[in-house]
């Protein structure tokens, strides 16, 4: 259950790099032009592929005095390199932990402070090539540094603090940071351009459409205090930076990505039209049990506008959407059998999907170079990174 409190919120082919040829397209693919709309369709089972888990960092025993590498307090964000290392941001500690392709830990960058390589808080970061780019919003800068830790510079920044997702990977050697941008006389919550040699461009997403559904409560108590509740069932807009300057944008429950110029055209699409599945009994009774709970905390005489949830018999098949570094589209799923990931070539032609185990949602998994790095719970509520490889196949 997502519950919050003013969060921010708001993928060259697969085929040759998952196997060694080309792997089977989906069983009916076609692209079309309605209206100067460039319409890609997949109906069809995918060609099945494999997340493989190729290592689990993390161990119990909680932070403590002197806390292990891999003893995890509060992980914010995951990157990966060019040679398979796993960079992992602690905010407990304000150290980003470094580990091999083996899982071996290499070294741990930064520290809490305000000196050169040090940070106040480390909510997220990203590659620009080889340079690590790390967000360090409480001391007003983007910190620059090379895959060894070495400080090469730094830019400032917006004292932007919250849940979000900060960064996108458009490719290229291109990233968007999620920022307030100039938009007109004002400024707007937009996104910035860069690569390694600075920022270059910003992107304002066009406005939402509106949409009459109940995505969850607001509750008011006498003692002043307001609560929040988002019904995970409910649907919800999904847009992210794509490449070309363009955003990717879809509805939770239809899956069909719409690709928009900043004015708000749509240029293109990609759909996967499949049968609606509904929410499983296991799950219903589950999210039941959570809701009563959170009502039942509630201050008496607590008023909620609205005043009870949505209705939702469907669940919603859209997770999560991003690119990697070959402008792919990554499709994080949600089924009757879990979790899951569709990936398109650029044109929009599904390559491939695989079954994918459950994730901490908060944090947004990394993705580069057919592996996928995600937080998962480990055993007494602790959290541990496992990394998967993408493999063609079962």
């Known amino acids: 259950m997502r519950r919050c409190c003013f969060l921010l919120t708001a993928l060259p082919a697969l085929a040759a790099c998952a196997g060694s040829g080309d792997a089977p397209a989906a069983e009916t693919f076609r692209v079309d032009t309605v209206a100067g709309v460039v319409r890609a369709v997949n109906v069809g089972a995918a060609p099945p592929w494999t997340l493989a888990p190729e290592r689990v960092i993390g161990s119990l025993g909680g932070q403590g ?19 398979g290392n796993v ?25 809490q402070g305000g000196g050169p390589g040090e940070f106040r808080s480390v ?20 910190s620059l540094l090379d895959r060894r830790g070495v400080q090469l510079g730094q830019w400032p920044m917006l004292r932007m603090t919250g849940t979000a997702d900060w960064f996108h990977d458009l490719g290229g050697g291109i990233v968007a ?26 992107i304002v997403p066009p406005p939402a459409p509106e949409r009459a559904v109940v995505t969850g409560l607001e509750c008011d108590s006498h003692d002043g205090s307001i609560h929040f509740w988002t019904d995970p ?55 039941d049990a ?63 999907s695989a079954p994918a185990a459950a994730r901490h949602e908060r944090v947004r998994p990394a993705i580069r170079d057919n592996r996928v790095a995600v937080v998962e719970e480990a055993p007494a509520g602790h959290h541990r990174v496992v990394v998967y490889r993408l493999r063609a196949g079962r």
Do not use: K
Request: contains cysteine.
């Open 65 to 83: 005095d002197d806390p292990a590498p891999d003893e995890f307090g509060t992980i914010r964000w995951l990157a990966l390199d060019r040679t």
């Open 87 to 111: 960079y992992v941001a602690d905010d407990a500690l304000r150290q980003i932990q470094v580990f091999n392709s083996a899982g071996a830990h290499v070294r741990a960058l930064g520290g």
């Open 123 to 142: 909510p997220a970061m990203a590659f620009l090539g080889d340079t690590l780019v790390v967000m360090d919003p409480g001391n007003g800068r983007l």
């Open 177 to 202: 940071m999620m920022s307030l941008v100039p938009s007109g006389a004002e400024r707007a919550l937009g996104y910035i351009l860069m690569t390694s040699a600075g920022p270059f461009d910003t």
């Open 233 to 287: 069932l409910a649907p919800r807009r999904l847009a992210v930076p794509a490449p070309g300057g363009l955003m990717a944008t879809a509805w939770s429950d239809a899956y069909r990505i719409a690709f928009l110029d900043t004015a708000g055209d749509t240029m293109r699409t990609v759909s996967r039209p499949d049968r609606p599945t509904a929410v499983p009994d296991s799950m219903r009774t589950r999210l």
């Open 290 to 352: 959570e809701y009563d709970d959170w009502r039942g905390e509630l201050p008496m005489g607590t008023s909620c506008d609205p005043a009870g949830r949505g209705d939702y018999e469907i669940l919603p098949p859209l997770e999560h959407i991003a690119f990697d570094e070959r402008g792919r589209m990554w499709v994080e799923t949600l089924g009757g059998q879990g979790r899951g990931w569709d990936v398109f070539s650029p044109e929009g032609r599904l390559l491939g």
